[in-house]
């Protein structure tokens, strides 16, 4: 289990994440959903050991880094190295054999092509394949719909249905909430840097609509369209 007591976060004066209080247990998938700018990367960041902060995250089996897989809105990968050795480098990085490289294939990306040269979608789902093969017990996935196709995405899906059944730690952010209301099983609304609702599957419609009448209608009022 990840446990984060009284997290705050700030760059400067600018304060990002405020008291963020939050516990993710193995066999769940979580959702955080907010606008841009809300703070769901900076979150994703200090749970991952990327970003220091005020405040305790802690892991109940050891060292959080050690364990995790972290889908980057946007990968990046060194130049000249090919799609297949950046999943044995990953690989490596975790001491994990890496065999049968067009059996784990699953997206049948080109794996004999720079990475760098990959559409957005394909770096995606590159990087995603890594954090898979690593053997990692959390997974902490940016938007990993994003950017893919259909075809895709219902792989990803059915990957996060894996995850859970095989007793993984799961958080996700995501813009779709019918995807959302598939996968998860509970959804927290981050706003203005702040957990304002923490819901289980049964009320995801309450956040969405929160989120609309917050957001959605005062923007497209202000408009005054006739």
Do not use: W
Not at 5 to 18: A, C, I, P, Q, R
Not at 150 to 168: A, G
Not at 195 to 205: A, E, P, Q
């Amino acid at each position: 289990m990840i446990t984060v007591k009284s997290l705050h976060k700030s760059f400067g004066k600018n304060s990002v994440l405020k008291n963020i209080n939050l516990q993710f247990k193995a066999g769940e998938v979580n959702g955080i959903v907010g606008e841009n700018g809300a703070g769901k990367t900076t979150l994703f960041n200090c749970i991952g050991g990327f970003e220091d902060y005020e405040g305790t995250i802690s892991y109940s089996n050891g060292n959080i880094k050690n364990v995790t897989g972290f889908l980057t809105t946007d990968p990046y990968f060194l130049g000249k190295i090919t799609g297949l050795e950046y999943l044995q480098l990953m690989c490596n990085a975790r001491d994990i054999e890496f065999i049968n490289p067009e059996e784990k294939n699953i997206f049948d990306l080109p794996l004999n092509r720079y990475a760098e040269n990959y559409s957005t979608g394909m770096k995606k789902k590159l990087a995603l394949t890594a954090t898979l093969l690593q053997g990692n017990e959390i997974f902490i996935l940016d938007e990993p719909f994003n950017g893919v196709d259909i075809q895709s995405n219902i792989i990803i899906k059915e990957l996060l249905f894996k995850l859970k059944e095989l007793n993984k730690i799961v958080i996700l952010s995501s813009h779709i909430f019918s995807t959302l209301n598939e996968t998860c099983d509970y959804l927290h609304h981050l706003r203005d840097g702040e957990i304002i609702n923490s819901v289980g599957k049964d009320k995801f419609d309450i956040i969405e609509k929160n989120m609309i009448s917050n957001t959605v209608e005062n923007r497209i009022k202000n408009l005054d369209l006739d």
